[in-house]
């Protein structure tokens, strides 16, 4: 495999990106692969959460128009994301990480366009509430898999499998307590929220089917 | 001032905590860019709906998604906090220097204090009360596509620059 990576690195493209007194250039391709992926996940994020039940009178049909915004953010990371790996193939085609992250994005670009196809191209008149569990499942997956997408991304910035690791772990494990502790904060102040009002009717009921938030 | 800001710019405790810890950094990185994604996914989709995108969404239903774009706007401001005030564990360059020196972390931070002025502008012309109102199908104000449009720019600039910072000259 290395004489093909050392071939990639000695091409005309891979040179001139690399070799570039410009530092905009490499900072450029960079920051587009950023924007990107702002764009791509924040609306497919978006949309993810919405499925799950925030922002429930928004209604889902319109959402559908987003999703080409969401592709083009993809387009855009697809072919920056390319001259990067062009730029330093033995790096990233040599390190587990940058693998993990490929897997990871393909499920989730698997999972976005399956939604789409579930809950989107023949929108319901009337959006079901909650929706199905499939098209909940999905919107867990996807969220997942982006905070996994951009964990790894962000890990190819290291050089060490050992930090990468490490950081991985942590990045889980912080996530998690943030989560749970989001949670038990939301549901608290809901609580007290719903104690104050004194209202009975919008006490969260016992039994665990939420209906309100 | 100078002496002021050089000794409360670094944060000993901070510092401590990215020696101390490899998976600092990263996981702060990491969570800074989840906050971006909350942020663009929600405030952008409200922008693009101002600009006329998605005309049957109404717009007060979008702003429902909101407070997750406010999230994710603390989680950057937390992350950024550790960043500047740590950042002489990573770099062993005073963040008073990288502040007085990078440019492009001045053209970030100046972006991000138009993106506030663009928010509070919105406000106080009375914009998102009348985007409030907006109903399905309906037509925002002019001013708030102005604003839309502007936030929407402000954002992208606020990132493009921030990833042209490690490019920054520092000169102590």
């Known amino acids: 495999m290395t004489p093909v990576l050392e071939w990639l690195e000695s091409t005309w493209l891979s040179t001139t990106l690399r070799d570039s007194p ?17 764009f791509f996940v924040g609306i497919s994020s978006a949309i993810a959460l919405r499925i ?30 390319l001259l990067l790996l062009i730029i330093e193939p033995t790096k990233f085609l040599t390190m587990v990480d940058f693998y993990v992250k490929l897997v990871v994005i393909a499920g989730a670009v698997y999972c976005n366009r399956a939604l789409y196809i579930r809950r989107f191209r023949h929108p319901a008149a009337v959006d079901p509430n909650p929706l199905p569990a499939g098209d909940r499942a999905l919107a867990v997956t996807i969220l997942v898999l982006w905070g996994a997408a951009i964990t790894a991304g962000r890990l190819t910035a290291y050089d060490d499998a050992n930090v990468q690791w490490q950081t991985a772990v942590a990045t889980l494990v912080v996530s998690v307590v943030m989560l749970v502790v989001g949670f038990i904060v939301v549901r608290l102040f809901g609580s007290i929220r719903t104690a104050l009002k004194g209202d009975p009717t919008t006490v969260v009921p016992s039994h665990g089917n939420a209906t309100v938030r | 001032m100078e002496p002021f800001l050089r000794y409360w710019l670094r944060w000993p405790s901070v510092e401590q905590l990215i020696y101390q810890h490899l998976w600092v950094w990263g996981v702060c990185q990491s969570l800074h860019f989840v906050g971006m994604v909350l ?20 717009a007060a239903a979008l702003q429902k998604l909101i407070p997750w774009g406010v999230f994710g706007f603390a989680l950057c401001l937390a992350t950024g906090f550790i960043f500047v005030t740590g950042i002489y564990a990573n770099i062993n360059v005073h963040p008073y220097v990288v502040l007085t020196s990078d440019v492009f972390l001045q053209l970030k931070l100046f972006f991000l204090l138009l993106a506030g002025l663009n928010l509070l502008a919105f406000y106080v012309t009375g914009m998102a009360k009348a985007v409030d109102h907006m109903g399905p199908g309906d037509d925002a104000p002019r001013l708030a596509k102005v604003f839309a449009g502007a936030s929407l720019s402000f954002w992208i600039a606020v990132m493009y620059f921030a990833r042209l910072i490690p490019s920054g000259k520092f000169q102590p």
């Open chain 2, 39 to 58: 942020l663009i996914g929600t405030v952008g989709m409200l922008d693009l709906r101002m600009l006329g995108m998605a005309k049957q969404l109404p």
């Open chain 1, 52 to 81: 799950l039940g925030v922002g429930r009178i928004v209604p889902l049909a319109p959402l559908k128009k987003f999703y080409p915004i969401m592709w083009i953010g993809f387009f855009f990371n697809a072919v920056s994301g």
């Open chain 1, 22 to 38: 410009n530092v905009f250039l490499y900072r450029t391709i960079l920051a587009f692969h950023t924007l990107g992926l702002a």
